[in-house]
């Protein structure tokens, strides 16, 4: 075998693997590997001029020549390799977690305090056997107004701030509205049911009024109705009495005095003994005003009217209904003093419940 071909494999195997020695990522290695291993690489060209040579030292140069591209191809998957690790630290360095860090706390979210007041108070009436039904938000007057007894004119109607919906029909009138209050619902129950009814409602409600702390355009309501033989006032007064002791707390007293609502007869607005001032009425006393009252909904027998208007036997059936508003309930039980809060999404109200 000619001295100079052994010479120049010797050579460029030490060349090669000074330069891979010097390599650092993959793409260098990948240069390098066309470079001496391809099919035009310095090696495989070296290897192709051996044709020239007689047989024995073809063989020789052969030998010498594969041996050298399989130390080449070990040294390269070596390098390789220790690349590969030395990424491999240098990231996980970089990403180094250290697991004992607290963790990023998850917020909790909960319910609404307008929403675990509705529940509180339906739940207090489920316990007496009152079912719960919802109903629509967009009304009809006639449930709204006229089934209640109030017809179109009645001066009562100036008690509900109506917002109405730019809706025609074909007579002409404008009779569809968002419902002042969830009673349209006692019409709606008995219209398709037969007594004995006993129906909660909860549901959200809306007037074209101004806000103020007091005062909300859309808020929500629970509406109550029982009818059955033989329901007397006393029934009205032991349910109502009962609801009062279960929300805010056993030793309530309550109060009835007479109201006008154009659906009861007699009608009457509830109050219950100031659970701030235990009913002391001291002066300064910021949730009864001093007063030792606080009013918390208005009810009454249902109308003869109402009954006879759905087509229940007024001879035969009596009932009494009541409506409530659960963001009042919850102003008095958290002594939250504006309504709007409950609509304001303000997190750090919504936090304290
Ligand atoms: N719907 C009345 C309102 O919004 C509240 C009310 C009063 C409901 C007396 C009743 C009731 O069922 O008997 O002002």
């Not at 035969?316 to 304001?344: H, N």
Request: aromatic share 10%.
């Amino acid at each position: 075998m000619p001295e100079s071909i052994t010479q120049s494999i010797e050579t460029l195997v030490h060349n090669a693997l000074a330069e891979l020695g010097e390599a650092h990522d993959s793409q260098t290695l990948d240069q390098w590997r066309v470079a001496y291993l391809g099919r035009r690489g310095r090696l495989t060209t070296i290897l192709r001029g051996l044709s020239q040579l007689d047989l024995e030292e073809r063989r020789a140069a052969g030998a010498l020549g594969n041996k050298a591209k399989r130390s080449l191809e070990e040294h390269l998957d070596r390098r390789e390799s220790e690349i590969r690790q030395v990424q491999l630290d240098r990231s996980a360095e970089l990403d180094r977690l250290d697991v004992t860090l607290p963790g990023r706390p998850l917020s909790m979210g909960r319910l609404h305090p307008t929403t675990q007041v509705i529940r509180e108070i339906t739940s207090a009436f489920t316990a007496m056997g009152f079912s719960i039904v919802e109903g629509p938000e967009v009304e009809w007057d006639k449930y709204n107004f006229e089934m209640l007894n109030i017809p179109q004119g009645h001066p009562a109607r100036d008690m509900w701030n109506t917002v109405w919906v730019d809706y025609q029909n074909e007579s002409g009138e404008r009779p569809m509205l968002l419902r002042t209050h969830t009673s349209p619902m006692q019409a709606r129950v008995m219209e398709a049911t037969k007594p004995p009814v006993r129906v909660i409602v909860p549901g959200k409600c809306y007037r074209y009024e101004a806000t103020d702390a007091t005062h909300e355009w859309h808020f929500y309501q629970v509406e109550g109705l029982a009818v059955d033989e033989g329901i007397t006032f006393a029934d009205l007064k032991g349910t109502l009495y009962e609801f009062a002791r279960r929300l805010f707390g056993e030793e309530r007293r309550v109060r009835f005095r007479c109201d006008y609502f154009p659906f009861v007869e007699p009608g009457v607005d509830m109050s219950i003994d100031c659970f701030a001032c235990d009913g002391e009425g001291t002066s300064g006393c910021r949730i009864c005003r001093d007063s030792g009252w606080i009013e918390i909904m208005g009810a009454g027998m249902v109308h003869p009217r109402v009954l006879a208007g759905v087509g229940y036997d007024t001879e035969k059936y009596t009932g009494f209904a009541f409506g409530l508003g659960p963001e009042r309930i919850a102003m008095l039980k958290y002594g939250i003093d504006d309504i709007r809060l409950f609509y304001s999404n303000d997190l750090r109200f919504l936090r304290q419940f």
